[in-house]
């Protein structure tokens, strides 16, 4: 059995910040009582409106679920529901990946630069050429700086609003390998 680490998020209601907070605070006392507990803090908005976070932390899986089934954990929720109607969102770590490594905290791995280059070159090219093919002949006597101008500005749009969107979901099998 491994440590596990619950983060909760939640937000109190308008004007009913001081009342959750003690009533979290209470909830927190009740549960270094429970089996297995280790660790817990409440750590309060840094401005008004934002989430509380609490960190709790048990011996093994078990106790949390035994704590969360609790007659005593059921009855400070009800207490909280009166201060918040903002269901709250749970996070599980083991403790040891917290601690030891950041794997329970960072984001999927980015793809490789030259996947994202060739996925980008995949959408690049056919618009490129769409626009060229069809747009360059009606600006033959235009200065190429001023044509290159209009190509840019009608490609990089349509790259970034209507091709790339579709082909990140097409391709998303070949960036994530």
Not at 34 to 55: C, D, N, Q
Request: glycine share 6%; hydrophobic share 45%.
């Amino acid at each position: 059995m491994s440590q596990v680490t619950r983060i909760v998020h939640r937000r109190a209601n308008a004007g009913c910040e001081q009342q959750y907070e003690e009533l979290a605070r209470g909830m927190l006392e009740a549960s270094s009582r429970a089996k297995g507990y280790l660790f817990s803090t409440l750590i309060p908005p840094r401005i008004e409106g934002e989430e509380f976070h609490f960190v709790q932390v048990f011996a093994s899986q078990a106790d949390l679920d035994a704590w969360g089934r609790s007659n005593v954990a059921h009855e400070w929720h009800e207490r909280l529901k009166d201060v918040s109607d903002h269901p709250p969102e749970y996070r599980i770590f083991n403790t040891t990946d917290l601690w030891f490594s950041t794997s329970g905290l960072t984001m999927p791995k980015q793809p490789a630069r030259w996947r994202m280059a060739f996925v980008i070159w995949m959408g690049i090219f056919p618009t490129a050429s769409f626009y060229v093919y069809f747009l360059f002949p009606w600006l033959a006597d235009i200065p190429f700086l001023l044509k290159m101008f209009i190509a840019t500005v009608l490609i990089v749009p349509t790259m970034y609003f209507g091709v790339l969107p579709y082909l990140l979901r097409w391709m998303g099998w070949f960036l994530r390998r």
